[in-house]
Nanobody, 121 residues
Framework: QVQLVESGGGLVQAGGSLRLSCAAS????????MGWYRQAPGKQRELVAV???????NYADSVKGRFTISRDNAKNMVYLQMNSLKPEDTAVYYC???????????????WGSGTQVTVSS
């Protein structure tokens, strides 16, 4: 099994910054894509940013130029630096990872439990 644990959420004023972290642990052979999604009250979960194991990152249009996703493959971690935060960024943020697991070497999709980000106006 694989566990994803997020940290770094909280309350911040509009224009402020937060950095989210997500640590993956367990029976990991290799982590392919890692990403961040968010879900605001009454809305569907949406992609925020994704970073493949090697290659170009991808961002939602609403966060381009403000958010930066990065990963540390040696530590099995993914980060989301969020700058110039807006009240509409308020949501629960979920870490996601597509992991090739041991011993089967099958790729499975995993989610963290989420971390709340609240941006006040």
């Amino acid at each position: 099994q694989v566990q994803l644990v997020e940290s770094g959420g909280g309350l911040v004023q509009a224009g402020g910054s937060l950095r989210l972290s997500c640590a993956a642990s367990g029976s990991i052979f290799r982590i392919n894509a890692m990403g961040w999604y968010r879900q605001a009250p009454g809305k569907q979960r949406e992609l925020v940013a994704v970073i493949p194991s090697g290659g170009n990152t991808n961002y939602a249009d609403s966060v381009k130029g403000r958010f930066t996703i990065s990963r540390d493959n040696a530590k099995n971690m993914v980060y989301l630096q969020m700058n110039s935060l807006k009240p509409e960024d308020t949501a629960v943020y979920y870490c996601n990872a597509r992991v090739v697991v041991l011993p089967s070497l099958y790729e499975n999709n995993y989610w963290g439990s989420g971390t709340q980000v609240t941006v006040s106006s």
